[in-house]
């Protein structure tokens, strides 16, 4: 009778898992589409629009008194999001972690977020100053929500199924980001047999995005459970910055893990940067036109689905930190081919859109499954935080380099190669890793493969 009590409760607990899990899932499901849709394709060209708009006769807007380029305004509002983001996300993660109380908090971020972006239905004429302000919480809120949602990772998932639940929530986000984009895409080339102005049909995209990510958020709030924390919350008041401070302290006692986050900060840069640029390397060295950019956006998409998944199952048959190693070799190579693209030729181009999505999403995920493991118990808000902002916040050295490249070589081919470096120096930092004896002394249990 005792044998089939312990049976039933692991059963009853397995399933309650599984059913946490799924509801995780679509949190990536729900946000992925602001990304894609709204930050990648739609919402900068646009904002720069109406801010030209808005612009005196010498080109400048004037948010606050202070005199700013129109053309540099959506470049500037995601820098101050980013400020913003990192000031308020270790205080959030401290409230999490000292509370046990994430769900709130993610349903404060990601409604807050879902409300700036259908907000930007009213971003017309010439109003870049809320799009402006739309843009900075929106992008801030979908950070704060991203550090809670991979805080969940640990508790939801034992250490043999991370590598694989990370990598379907990665597959999630990007169908989802394919599916809705393509739905954009068709309202916006067909805009007049919609009855629709192009501007219109730009601004229904973006507030869709919103109500895509609000309306789908329901699920995981509905099944992912809190765990409560038996310590207090007095230290979690403390400001952003002194939040953030303390988190790196610990981080010092624990310094594989700080190890890791460097490897993965250095070669993240890359990656951020591949996708930040790679549209502006195909427009101004290869001459191709927006059409063809973003279409090689929804194969990325689409592509990163399979990549996910099928890099998933390699973690499971080699662990994740070979699969990751791995992953760079391609990114590396992946990039060096690019230099050898022809100009004028869309289906070279889609080639390499399909290299860089093959790695992309496994190599994300892979990353923050592995991170989940080197993390102490109990303090995965604030350790995610930490990686959030490695992810979104440190990015820049990417950017700098590729364009003190161009600035002296003037070609964007030896731009986008000097970007190879980033995946050199991180596979050497990663393979430095000994990445058992840091799960083992963050004190966590040791997966057979990682």
């Given at each position: 009778?005792?044998?089939?009590?312990?049976?039933t409760?692991?059963?009853?607990?397995?399933?309650?898992?599984?059913r946490?899990?799924r509801?995780?899932?679509?949190?990536?499901?729900?946000?992925?589409?602001y990304?894609?849709?709204?930050?990648?394709?739609?919402?900068g060209?646009?904002?720069?629009?109406?801010?030209?708009?808005?612009?005196?006769?010498?080109?400048y807007?004037?948010?606050?008194?202070?005199?700013?380029?129109a053309?540099?305004?959506?470049?500037?509002?995601?820098s101050?999001?980013?400020?913003?983001?990192?000031?308020?996300?270790?205080?959030?993660?401290?409230?999490?972690?000292?509370?046990?109380?994430?769900k709130?908090?993610?349903?404060?971020?990601?409604?807050t977020?879902?409300a700036?972006?259908?907000?930007?239905?009213?971003?017309?004429?010439?109003?870049y100053?809320?799009?402006?302000?739309?843009?900075?919480?929106?992008?801030?809120?979908?950070s704060?929500?991203m550090?809670l949602y991979?805080?969940?990772?640990?508790?939801?998932?034992?250490?043999?199924?991370?590598?694989?639940?990370?990598?379907?929530?990665?597959?999630?986000?990007?169908?989802?980001?394919?599916l809705?984009?393509?739905?954009?895409?068709?309202?916006?080339?067909?805009?007049?047999?919609?009855?629709?102005?192009?501007?219109?049909?730009?601004?229904v995209?973006?507030?869709s995005a919103?109500?895509?990510?609000?309306?789908?958020?329901?699920?995981?709030?509905?099944?992912?459970?809190?765990?409560?924390?038996?310590?207090g919350?007095?230290?979690?008041?403390?400001?952003?910055?002194?939040?953030?401070?303390?988190?790196?302290r610990?981080?010092?006692?624990?310094?594989?893990?700080?190890?890791?986050?460097l490897a993965?900060?250095?070669?993240?840069?890359?990656?951020q940067?591949?996708?930040?640029?790679?549209?502006?390397?195909?427009?101004?060295?290869?001459?191709?036109?927006?059409?063809?950019l973003?279409?090689?956006?929804?194969?990325?998409?689409?592509?990163?689905?399979?990549?996910?998944?099928?890099?998933?199952?390699?973690?499971?048959?080699?662990?994740?930190?070979r699969?990751?190693?791995?992953?760079?070799?391609?990114w590396?190579?992946?990039?060096?081919?690019?230099?050898?693209?022809?100009?004028?030729?869309?289906?070279?181009?889609?080639?390499?859109?399909c290299g860089?999505?093959l790695?992309?999403?496994?190599?994300?995920?892979?990353?923050?499954?592995?991170f989940?493991?080197?993390?102490?118990p109990?303090k995965?808000?604030?350790?995610?935080?930490?990686?959030?902002?490695?992810?979104?916040?440190?990015?820049?050295?990417?950017?700098?380099?590729?364009?003190?490249?161009?600035q002296?070589?003037?070609?964007?081919?030896?731009?986008i190669?000097?970007?190879?470096?980033?995946?050199?120096?991180?596979f050497?930092l990663?393979?430095?890793?000994?990445?058992?004896?840091?799960?083992?002394?963050?004190?966590?249990?040791?997966?057979?493969?990682?």
């Amino acid at each position: 009778m005792g044998t089939d009590t312990v049976r039933t409760q692991a059963t009853d607990e397995s399933a309650d898992l599984g059913r946490q899990q799924r509801g995780w899932y679509f949190y990536d499901w729900a946000c992925s589409v602001y990304s894609t849709s709204v930050l990648t394709v739609f919402l900068g060209p646009y904002l720069t629009a109406v801010a030209k708009h808005a612009a005196d006769a010498d080109g400048y807007v004037h948010p606050l008194g202070v005199p700013v380029r129109a053309g540099s305004f959506f470049a500037y509002s995601v820098s101050l999001s980013v400020v913003l983001a990192v000031v308020v996300m270790p205080l959030v993660g401290g409230v999490a972690d000292r509370t046990g109380r994430r769900k709130p908090l993610l349903a404060a971020a990601a409604y807050t977020g879902a409300a700036a972006t259908t907000g930007m239905f009213f971003l017309d004429g010439d109003r870049y100053l809320l799009g402006g302000v739309l843009l900075v919480v929106a992008n801030a809120a979908q950070s704060v929500g991203m550090m809670l949602y991979n805080s969940y990772l640990p508790q939801i998932a034992p250490p043999e199924q991370r590598d694989a639940v990370s990598s379907r929530g990665w597959a999630f986000g990007y169908a989802a980001g394919a599916l809705v984009l393509v739905a954009d895409l068709v309202l916006y080339t067909a805009h007049d047999s919609f009855g629709l102005s192009e501007t219109t049909a730009v601004r229904v995209c973006l507030a869709s995005a919103g109500l895509w990510w609000g309306a789908f958020t329901l699920v995981p709030l509905r099944r992912l459970r809190d765990r409560h924390a038996g310590v207090g919350v007095e230290r979690a008041t403390a400001p952003g910055p002194r939040r953030l401070a303390a988190t790196v302290r610990d981080m010092r006692r624990h310094p594989l893990t700080l190890a890791f986050l460097l490897a993965y900060l250095v070669y993240n840069d890359g990656i951020q940067t591949v996708i930040s640029q790679a549209s502006v390397y195909g427009s101004q060295e290869l001459g191709l036109g927006q059409s063809t950019l973003i279409g090689a956006v929804l194969m990325v998409q689409v592509l990163a689905v399979a990549g996910a998944l099928a890099m998933g199952r390699l973690a499971r048959a080699y662990g994740a930190k070979r699969t990751i190693l791995g992953s760079l070799v391609a990114w590396a190579v992946t990039l060096a081919a690019g230099w050898f693209l022809p100009a004028g030729a869309p289906v070279w181009f889609y080639a390499l859109a399909c290299g860089i999505g093959l790695v992309l999403g496994g190599s994300q995920a892979l990353s923050r499954s592995l991170f989940s493991h080197l993390v102490p118990p109990g303090k995965e808000a604030e350790y995610f935080a930490a990686y959030e902002m490695s992810d979104r916040g440190m990015s820049w050295l990417g950017p700098l380099l590729f364009g003190v490249t161009y600035q002296l070589t003037g070609s964007y081919r030896s731009a986008i190669v000097s970007l190879v470096i980033f995946f050199v120096i991180g596979f050497a930092l990663l393979a430095r890793v000994p990445v058992r004896r840091a799960i083992g002394e963050a004190g966590n249990a040791i997966p057979e493969k990682i």
